[in-house]
T-cell receptor, first 113, second 114 residues
Framework: GAVVSQHPSRVICKSGTSVKIECRSL??????MFWYRQFPKQSLMLMATSNEGSKATYEQGVEKDKFLINHASLTLSTLTVTSAHPEDSSFYIC?????????FGPGTRLTVT | EDKVVQSPLSLVVHEGDTVTLNCSYEVTNFRSLLWYKQEKKAPTFLFML????IEKKSGRLSSILDKKELFSILNITATQTGDSAVYLC??????????????FGKGTLLTVNP
């Protein structure tokens, strides 16, 4: 089956620093990757759709200058949380698509202190 | 704005019980409805439904879609403690061009007690 990895799985950073999260499709090429955020006991909220070689499409209310997305290749998308604040602490999940099926990565738990 | 509503939000049952989870939606350019199970990490895929009235089955789990009434149900029979999880319903819709996106419901937290 299609496998998506995320790195790191868990990160703790200080307020004001930037954090990069990688999402890789391991055994397939994904033209489209999606980034979600999930707060405790809440559902997944789509943050942005990332297409290889073009700018990401951000959902309403998501700051593109704060959440930088780079889809550099067909197997790698990165999400950089810039100048992180405690309210950015959340579970970030990526997914990669083949045709119309999405395969989720294991998620990254970000804690900003 | 696309909307997906799940009910109940939480449910506690005993092992062996049968449960029915509900998902209703209002979506423009519907493509499919998906069910996921989420334990501690990312969701794992259960079912994708695109056609009305056709039941999908996997072991003790089954699901069906009603595109006229805009809802789906997920049934779990003979529940086990390992079924304890959050069950997420998501609707896939075209968002323009060749793009599409998933809108998730808030999930149903199922707790199965021994």
């Amino acid at each position: 089956g299609a496998v998506v990895s995320q790195h790191p799985s868990r990160v703790i950073c200080k307020s004001g620093t930037s954090v990069k999260i990688e999402c890789r499709s391991l055994d397939f090429q994904a033209t489209t990757m999606f980034w979600y955020r999930q707060f405790p006991k809440q559902s997944l909220m789509l943050m942005a759709t990332s297409n290889e070689g073009s700018k990401a499409t951000y959902e309403q209310g998501v700051e593109k200058d704060k959440f930088l997305i780079n889809h550099a290749s067909l197997t790698l998308s990165t999400l950089t949380v810039t100048s992180a604040h405690p309210e950015d602490s959340s579970f970030y999940i990526c997914s990669a698509s083949i045709s119309y099926e999405q395969y989720f990565g294991p998620g990254t738990r970000l804690t900003v202190t | 704005e696309d909307k997906v509503v799940q009910s109940p939000l939480s449910l506690v049952v005993h092992e062996g019980d049968t449960v029915t989870l509900n998902c209703s939606y209002e979506v423009t350019n519907f493509r499919s409805l998906l069910w996921y199970k989420q334990e501690k990490k990312a969701p794992t895929f259960l079912f994708m439904l695109t056609s009305s009235g056709i039941e999908k089955k996997s072991g003790r789990l089954s699901s069906i879609l009603d595109k006229k009434e805009l809802f789906s149900i997920l049934n779990i029979t003979a529940t086990q403690t390992g079924d304890s999880a959050v069950y997420l319903c998501a609707v896939e819709a075209d968002s323009g061009g060749s793009n599409y996106k998933l809108t998730f419901g808030k999930g149903t937290l199922l707790t199965v007690n021994p």
